[in-house]
């Protein structure tokens, strides 16, 4: 029988218990902890009692086996304030209703159909790049995946509107991270200068989103993006969704398909630039399979070095850095009473990096996703989207959409960190690149699908003290 005695775990401060996110370096302490205590650890943050699992087996109940007996956690749920009920945040059948009326949206036919768009912007984006000069590459694909996005969500092209979108957005981002991710939302209506520009930037987001709303109703016109599809869809009982559904869906796959994607381009540019064996081996595919013409979704399947890239960078720095849960009523997991309303947090950053899955876990290694060995994972020792019912919806289209943009961009550039530039990720909602990720431009020739520049190799990234 299941015993009453907590897992192991550091020792509570008087009042407050652990704060990890409030602390220097939250990533470090996790996965500290996780050495230290194992596969089930449990810590008290504030009033907030938290189970942190670090085991495939025990994740795959959670998201799986009994993902009846779970609800969204408390920052999920916290992020209603400015989500809503979208895919992300919503439950039961309501969930279900929304998921089933917007699946279409990722079928492989209307995958693509995008794929045209996400080549075309990416080259557009880099038509005026220059050899030597300095980007901040976190911030270059921050604007292409909103352009992407306003263009398959909205279509619209980047303007005013979008741009106030990308203000939002970016505001919300820098002010979800550390203790802020755990308050209440009442908090959110304090009178304080940072919560008082957050509320006005939801405000405009939500002008922005249901004017454009408003107006395609008003038009009636099918543009062939997601936003027409959600109007036209219709529930098996002939309802369709409401303005308010509408406009949660909408900020829902803004925050998927523009925050995330250009996360996960930005952590690949930085560890390609450290790692010379793996941008050349890149570099000499992308040569062989499209020959100096652009990459298409027909390439995909044949670009198998591209994909593992994607794969091995998604490994080390994963967008969505964990998935947690409430306990909805008392469970046991590892033998151990979980009290409804814990909330249970299973980290992909800690998963991905524990070598019990991953020899050398701290290298940057895209080969290991295609000799056989990743096969025999655990289902849920890699996990960058999450699993069981609640899957990401856009997952296939997160991947095409990272392989085409590495694809179209990797044959024309190389990059190099900037000396002296600190690269450390951030975890709030999603993992963030603290001061960017500023690097030099280096033009290769058109013909080489070779590095013109001498590289430098560091396969190990950002490694925990």
């Known amino acids: 029988m299941p015993h009453n005695a907590f897992p192991p775990g550091p020792k509570p401060r008087f009042l407050i218990g652990n704060m990890p996110l409030a602390g220097a370096d939250p990533l470090a302490r996790f996965e500290a902890w996780a050495r230290e205590y194992g596969d089930i650890f449990h810590y008290r943050a504030a009033w907030l009692p938290v189970y942190f699992l670090n085991h495939p087996d025990y994740i795959e109940r959670v998201l799986v086996t009994q993902q009846q007996d779970f609800l969204k956690d408390r920052v999920i749920q916290n992020s209603r304030w400015f989500l809503g009920q979208g895919l992300l945040t919503n439950e039961g059948s309501s969930w279900l209703r929304q998921r089933r009326l917007s699946q279409p949206a990722f079928h492989r036919d209307r995958l693509a159909m995008y794929a045209k768009t996400i080549a075309e912007y990416s080259h557009e984006a880099v038509s005026s790049w220059r050899d030597g000069e300095v980007r901040d590459l976190h911030q270059d694909m921050m604007e292409l995946t909103l352009r992407i996005v306003a263009k398959l969500l909205f279509g619209v092209e980047v303007g005013e509107q979008t741009q106030r979108v990308s203000h939002a957005l970016n505001l919300l981002m820098k002010h979800s991270s550390g203790i802020r991710m755990i308050l209440p939302p009442i908090v959110r209506y304090l009178p304080l200068p940072t919560l008082i520009r957050m509320r006005r930037a939801i405000s405009r987001l939500d002008d922005t989103v249901y004017t454009i709303i408003r107006q395609r109703r008003a038009s009636g016109e099918d543009t062939g993006d997601l936003l027409s599809m959600l109007i036209a869809a219709r529930d098996e009982d002939g309802t ?226």
């Not at 179209?408 to 450390?424: D, N």
Request: proline share 8%; with cysteine.
């Open 240 to 465: 369709q969704m409401s303005d308010r559904q509408l406009r949660d869906e909408v900020m829902t796959f803004l925050l998927a398909g523009y925050e995330t994607t250009a996360l996960a381009l930005s952590w690949m540019w930085y560890l390609l630039s450290q790692n010379r064996s793996a941008e050349a081996e890149l570099h000499q595919e992308l040569a062989a399979v499209l020959k100096g013409r652009a990459a298409t979704f027909g390439d995909l399947p044949q670009l198998r070095f591209t994909e593992a890239v994607v794969k091995e960078t998604m490994r080390l720095y994963p967008p969505a850095w964990s998935v947690a849960r409430e306990a909805a009523r008392e469970v046991e997991i590892a033998g151990y009473r979980i009290p409804a309303g814990s909330n249970i947090v299973m980290s992909q950053w800690i998963m991905h990096r524990d070598q019990r899955y991953f020899p050398d876990p701290h290298k940057f290694d895209p080969a290991r996703w295609l000799n056989g060995a990743t096969q025999r994972l655990p289902r849920y020792a890699y996990f960058p989207f999450g699993g069981g019912p609640r899957l990401c919806i856009g997952a296939s289209f997160a991947m095409m959409e990272a392989a085409l943009v590495l694809a179209t961009i990797a044959p024309k550039f190389s990059f190099r960190l900037l000396p002296g530039h600190l690269v450390k990720p951030v975890p709030s909602i999603t993992l963030r690149p603290q001061h960017g990720i500023k690097m030099s431009v280096h033009e290769l020739p058109a013909t080489a699908g070779e590095p013109q520049h001498e590289l430098t190799d560091s396969a190990v990234p950002y490694k925990m003290a």
